[in-house]
């Protein structure tokens, strides 16, 4: 079974700031992990992904993510937060070798407050 | 860049009537799936769908639920008897199959959603 955690139903930063969301995860075999934002009365869009290699994703929009294995988490971090960055933040993760459906498991989303 | 669009975007229906949700996933991807999002709760899984059968189903994907893909480029969901609880957005998603080594192969590109209202 494949599960998501996102301790922190809201995340209050202010513009200029960095900011963190945080993500853990539990899989049976290897982890892919993703974080995806949703934007008020609209789909679900990519940011980033971890699937092997460094363990600090790089992904649109100024978002990094890093993958810590021993810690089983995959915080979402920005160095500067924008006012546009507010928006639902969903991490989610598939477990490649023990998936046959290919489904990916989403946590409950972080709301991220991003003030002026 | 491709995008999977989702017809309607927003549908209001009595309890106990039939709905179909429809989706035209990206053209080369394989991989097709429904999540829902009840409002104000997490995405979750319902059904994926590989060469023309269902891959896996979640417990909420009951008998009320079908999906099909009948002309090679629409991905439907129907309801059969709609309940109240089954008022959410419905996302589409598509990908390519996994494993094919290509940079996004195993990201899931998801329509703007379909939300069901059922009165």
């Known amino acids: 079974a494949q599960s998501v955690a996102q301790p922190e139903d809201q995340v209050n930063v202010a513009e200029g700031n960095p900011l963190t969301v945080k993500c853990t995860y539990s899989?049976?075999?290897?982890?892919?992990l993703f974080w995806y934002v949703q934007y008020p009365n609209r789909g679900l869009q990519f940011l980033l992904k971890y699937i092997t290699g460094d363990n600090l994703v790089k992904g649109s929009y100024g978002f990094e993510a890093e993958f810590n294995k021993s810690q089983t988490s995959f915080h979402l971090k920005k160095p500067s937060a924008l006012v546009s960055d507010s928006a639902l933040y969903f991490c989610?993760?598939?477990?490649?070798?023990?998936?046959?459906?290919?489904?990916?498991?989403f946590g409950g989303g972080t709301r991220l407050m991003v003030k002026p | 860049e491709p995008e999977v669009t989702q017809t309607p975007s927003h549908q209001v229906t009595q309890m106990g009537q039939e709905v179909i949700l429809r989706c035209v996933p990206i053209s080369n991807h394989l991989y097709f799936y429904w999540y829902r999002q009840i409002l104000g709760q997490k995405v979750e899984f319902l059904v994926s769908?590989?060469?023309?059968?269902?891959?896996?189903k979640s417990e909420i994907f009951d008998d009320q639920f079908s999906v099909e893909r009948p002309d090679g480029s629409n991905f439907t969901l129907k309801i059969r008897s709609t309940k109240l609880e089954d008022s959410a957005m419905y996302f589409c998603?598509?990908?390519?199959?996994?494993?094919?080594?290509?940079?996004?192969?195993?990201?899931?590109?998801f329509g703007a959603g379909s939300r069901l209202t059922v009165l």
């Open positions: 899989v049976s075999g290897n982890p892919y």
């Open positions: 989610a993760v598939r477990d490649y070798y023990n998936n046959a459906g290919n489904m990916l498991t």
């Open positions: 998603a598509s990908t390519l199959a996994p494993g094919q080594g290509r940079a996004g192969a195993n990201v899931l590109t």
């Open positions: 769908f590989y060469n023309n059968e269902i891959s896996e």
